[in-house]
């Protein structure tokens, strides 16, 4: 391949991957083969309360990083989901299991009538943003909308090491909240601002990832982030960034205040603001500040919930620091708002009126997307399984640990899950697209059950500390990279010496499932068998005559290696033979497989001999 000088030097510069500081929140840069798109934003917006409508005008520093020129950009305009001809609203009236947060019954409970609340919306609660021009260095763009993705055609392409400035004046309304974004949730928070600006598409070495928004998720440009807020000044505003003027805020005169953050090295920019707002504050001992923003008008009960959080969120912080790697920002938010629970830059949004348990259990989990979502970052549409079951994993580690549960395997309700979906008939491989599951019910198990059972099952197949250390080798190597299903993989082969690439191919990229019997026992001799297609090492428990246990370990030929184990390792399983025999050091009583339960195995009967009554 030939370059011309300029190119060269902006492809080497563009193979720098990141580096993390976690005191002064900036990247640092070694060439080790990746580049990154980057979009710095500058935005200013006026929101009106009242008629939650708001004007805004933004300008991106757009550095193309990648070795291609770029002909075409794309941008995300989500708030347009919401409404009635949206291709959002057209995907829950087609599913067989739409989210009931988007729909209401209409019938009676005999006899339900479900229906789609965005078809209802009315011109002024659906949500919209409308562009009204757009300059490519101040030279103006023609683009065409379609539906929640604009499509901009460029007059100068954007070569490969440059940065040109796209410059945009746009009008937004913030729909009512249905799914994350919105105002006047359920729980009477105002202002939801997720998702509510023209945000530039990712463009990776895949191309351009512009997909539609059908309330799935989200994929973005990491750059440095400069928003400026004007809204009634007896708003309170939480949320991604930096405050820079909180003088100013505070001594605002007349009826509107300007909040001015500053964001660093983020792919996301959200805020909420409310009026009945509480701000707490929370140290972390060597680590962030924690913000708390919640209502002060919950019952009492609630409001001493929010108060308890506050530790238990510091905890939570250092569990994740400690176990995956350093949290880069100086400040963390958790924010009542939205519909639910959803991570974002620096922040979360949950809605508050919980039991405390509920509380720390949706406050562990976003704020564990942190690493996955917004430090990892991988490509939610398609491979949302790394960044929710990853985060349920870690999530149900530090909630085992902080909450005192002491449970033996945090994720047996993910197992479960899992177990429950492999035998339904309803699975699809996790290469399915976030937006191109069937059932919703298939899609949330997949992504946040099977995805934590990968990484659990990982630790099964290459030993705990083996992946205790990849999770910290996966973080340290990608974080700011934006890795893929190999990537993880990859990282434990290089951390344990074994050969891994058939896990990620069974158990990701098919619906082949687990199925181990202990079929015969005489004597001394063991006979076992595998029934279903997928591969695995096999753990086994003999409990002997005399009262007895004996643990044996028998590798699968095709990870070329055997995990750490104190168990007595014996000949390995090649996968073509579908039955294994091997002789016992005394005479066998019974046999368990896996008997911490951290095989996937979709029939657990058979794992035992003899069946128990």
């Not at 939610?380 to 395997?409: C, P, Q, V």
């Not at 899950?417 to 339904?424: D, M, P």
Request: aromatic letters at 14%; proline letters at 4%; glycine letters at 6%.
């Amino acid at each position: 391949m030939k370059f011309k000088i300029g190119a060269l030097l902006c492809w080497y510069v563009a193979f720098f991957s990141s580096e993390i500081n976690a005191q002064d929140n900036t990247i640092t840069y070694k060439a080790d083969g990746f580049w990154q798109q980057q979009a710095n934003y500058t935005m200013a917006i006026d929101m009106d309360v009242n008629t939650y409508q708001f004007k805004g005008t933004q300008t991106i520093a757009y550095t193309n990083n990648s070795p291609d020129v770029l002909d075409r950009v794309y941008y995300h305009l989500y708030f347009n989901a919401f409404q009635p001809d949206s291709e959002m609203n057209a995907r829950i009236l087609s599913i067989k299991d739409p989210d009931g947060r988007m729909t209401e019954n209409v019938g009676t409970k005999e006899a339900p009538k479900i229906e789609s609340r965005i078809s209802k919306l009315k011109d002024d609660e659906i949500g919209f943003i409308k562009v009204k021009s757009l300059k490519q260095n101040g030279k103006a763009l023609n683009y065409e909308i379609e539906g929640t993705v604009m499509i901009v055609d460029l007059k100068s392409p954007i070569q490969s090491g440059e940065t040109v400035n796209f410059d945009m004046e746009f009008d937004g309304q913030v729909p009512v909240q249905i799914r994350r974004s919105g105002r006047n949730n359920k729980e009477g928070v105002a202002l939801s601002m997720t998702q509510w600006y023209p945000k530039l598409a990712e463009y990776d070495d895949e191309g351009w990832h512009a997909d539609p928004y059908i309330a799935r998720e989200f994929y973005g440009v990491w750059g440095n982030f400069d928003v400026k807020i004007t809204l009634d000044k007896s708003y309170v505003i939480g949320g991604t960034g930096y405050l820079q003027n909180p003088d100013e805020v505070k001594q605002a005169k007349g009826k509107t205040a300007t909040w001015h953050f500053k964001a660093p090295n983020v792919h996301d920019f959200t805020w909420a603001a409310d009026p009945d707002f509480i701000h707490d504050t929370f140290q972390v001992p060597d680590g962030p500040l924690l913000h708390f923003y919640y209502q002060n008008n919950m019952p009492a009960e609630n409001l001493e919930n929010w108060k308890k959080l506050q530790p238990k969120t510091a905890e939570l912080m250092q569990y994740f620091s400690e176990h995956i790697g350093p949290y880069p920002y100086k400040q963390y938010s958790v924010i009542q708002g939205g519909d639910g629970g959803m991570e974002y830059a620096m922040c979360t949004l949950i809605t508050g009126e919980r039991s405390y348990g509920s509380l720390v259990g949706v406050t562990a989990h976003e704020m564990a997307h942190t690493w996955f979502q917004f430090l990892l970052a991988t490509n939610e549409a398609k491979h949302e399984w790394m960044d929710e079951g990853f985060t349920s994993y870690i999530s149900s580690l530090a909630m085992n640990e902080i909450m005192d549960r002491n449970s033996d395997n945090p994720h047996t309700g993910s197992y479960r899950g899992y177990v429950y979906l492999a035998n339904s008939g309803i699975e699809q491989p996790l290469t399915t697209h976030a937006d191109r599951y069937t059932y919703n019910q298939a899609y949330g198990i997949s992504a946040y059950s099977k995805g934590a059972v990968f990484m659990a099952q990982l630790g099964y197949i290459i030993g705990e500390d083996n992946l205790n250390k990849t999770i910290k080798k996966y973080y340290t190597d990608f974080a700011f990279k934006h890795p893929k299903p190999m990537d993880i993989v990859r990282t434990a082969e290089r951390v344990s010496g074994l050969e891994l690439d058939w896990y990620l191919i069974d158990f990701a990229q098919t619906t082949n499932t687990i199925d181990y019997a202990v079929t015969a026992v005489e004597g001394r001799t063991v006979t076992l068998e595998r029934l279903g297609v997928m591969p695995m090492p096999i753990d086994l428990t003999v409990t002997y005559t005399d009262g007895t246990t004996e643990d044996f370990y028998i590798p699968l030929r095709m990870m070329r290696g055997t995990k750490p184990t104190e168990a007595t390792t014996i000949e390995d399983w090649a996968w073509a033979f579908p039955t294994y025999t091997f002789e016992a050091s005394k005479t066998v009583k019974s046999v368990q497989i896996d008997s911490k339960g951290m095989m996937a195995d979709v029939n657990a009967a058979n794992n035992v001999y003899p069946v128990s009554e």
